[in-house]
């Protein structure tokens, strides 16, 4: 199988992933067991973010730049940085009532989405793609759930919500377009650069999502916890022994 049918293949199931997981929303939006279910899937989501940030991205991404610069300044770790403060920035300062707050989560997910895209688009080997796009699957379906799940609550017109959840849905695969414009524009060394650096900006914004988004609120909610954090810990050993079979 080509790279390009790889990541054609995978944008597309992410376009489902995401339709799927907006449609739980409005399916069990009040079932109690629901919230449960959502609360493991969403940490197993985040140890995979935390894994294949840590175990994967971030040192792909050390390994390329100190391919192509002589310099003991850490690009990667800093271009990570800056990643993860980005979406922070973006979080915080644009925080305000219900509704508006809905519409940043949104923007959010949106911006990452497209930052990891470029990513799985610029990747030139299948086995570094597989892992971005596990990644992407494993949460996709409970972003575009929790998407849904808040703009119910903040009472968002539900035709408003289906056409969000759409345009949510594309965000990705328009990323891994840009990302696959930008390995056929670029050449040699650039192409390499622009895979280190996204590689880099993927991985902080990997992390910002797990830490921030993700652990942040379900470890907050004292129900579960031990459970919540089995479901941790397996999501970031799946990506612990992928590292080791591909």
């Known amino acids: 199988m080509s790279i390009l ?16 997981g907006g449609y739980f929303a409005f399916k069990i ?11 493991l899937g969403n940490t197993f989501a985040a140890g995979i973010f935390l894994g294949a940030g840590l175990i994967h991205m971030l040192p792909d991404a050390i390994e390329g730049f100190s391919s192509m610069i002589k310099s003991d300044f850490p690009f990667a ?27 940043v989560l949104i923007f959010i997910l ?21 892992i971005i796009a596990i990644a992407v699957l494993a949460h996709k379906g409970s972003a575009a759930f929790a998407l849904g799940i808040s703009m119910l609550k903040s009472k968002i017109d539900k035709a408003k919500i289906i056409k969000i959840i759409a345009m949510f849905s594309i965000m990705t695969p328009f990323g891994v377009l ?58 970031l050993l799946l990506m612990a022994l992928l590292a080791v079979w591909l």
């Open 5 to 20: 049918v790889f990541k054609f293949m995978m944008a597309c199931l992410i376009i489902a992933t995401a339709l799927a």
């Open 178 to 235: 840009i990302g696959i414009l930008l390995s056929h524009v670029l050449e040699g060394k650039a192409v390499e650069f622009s895979i280190a650096m996204f590689d880099a900006l993927a991985a902080g914004t990997f992390l910002y999502i797990a830490i921030m988004d993700i652990f942040n609120e379900e470890f907050m909610d004292k129900k579960h916890t031990y459970l919540k954090l089995l479901f941790s810990i397996l999501g």
């Open 110 to 130: 949106s911006i990452h989405s497209i930052i990891v895209g470029i990513a799985l688009g610029t990747e030139m080997l299948i086995s570094q793609s597989i």
């Open 77 to 103: 770790p800093f271009i990570a940085s800056i990643g993860f403060l980005l979406i922070l920035f973006i979080e915080k300062s644009m925080a305000g009532n219900k509704k508006h707050d809905s519409y």
């Open 29 to 39: 939006k009040e079932s109690k067991k629901s919230t449960l279910y959502f609360s």
